[in-house]
């Protein structure tokens, strides 16, 4: 009898078999889709890990469309370490003895960064650059400084030199401008600062008496 309606046994569905397995194939894709992008994702985060301030500066003029030093504030002096300079000269007379002590001293330039520069070269250029602009004077990345210097050391005792160089310090912002995109951005700015040797130094001489030990070592 055509006209007499279907009936269903309850809790029972012959459509349920497929829909039970168009679910799973729903299931299986996205579980594909997130297996992809849980592998995928390290790789895109690792692109945007913001570099080192050193991993910038190595990029300045070596992969950047602008580098740019801009001084935050005008060039300060500073004492510099002081420290010994040359041998000892020891005085085994009873009267006052004049030695001449032969020196030779480096002195270079520290920085926030840690990561030495080069005057004209790397982000040393844009530095120099900026405070022979800003300034009117030099930036120097070192200086070596050799002399003679006599000194009077009284009787039996010991006589050095010691030397304090003379620095200036400057703090500013680096402006690094990339063509394309690094590590997310084409625009990055570095806080920095410096410290590099000037032209002067003051010396002082020092002494104390010799040692037993160094009475007999050295007279």
Known sequence: MSGT??????GYDRRAPRTSYNRARRAGALAVLLTGSLLTAPSAQ????PPTEAELLAKCDNGTKKCVFHPSGPLAEVAGERRKVGDEAYNCTPRLQRS???WSDTVEETNSVGTSTTVGAGFGGPLSISITTSFETTWKSA???SATTFIDVRPYQVGWLERTPDMQKVQGTYELIFEDRFRGHRYWYVPFEATGPLETSRMAQRSRPMTEEEKANHC
């Open 46 to 49: 690792a692109e945007e890990t």
């Open 100 to 102: 001449g002590i032969t």
């Open 5 to 10: 309606p279907r009936t269903q046994t309850a």
């Open 143 to 145: 200086k070596t400084e």
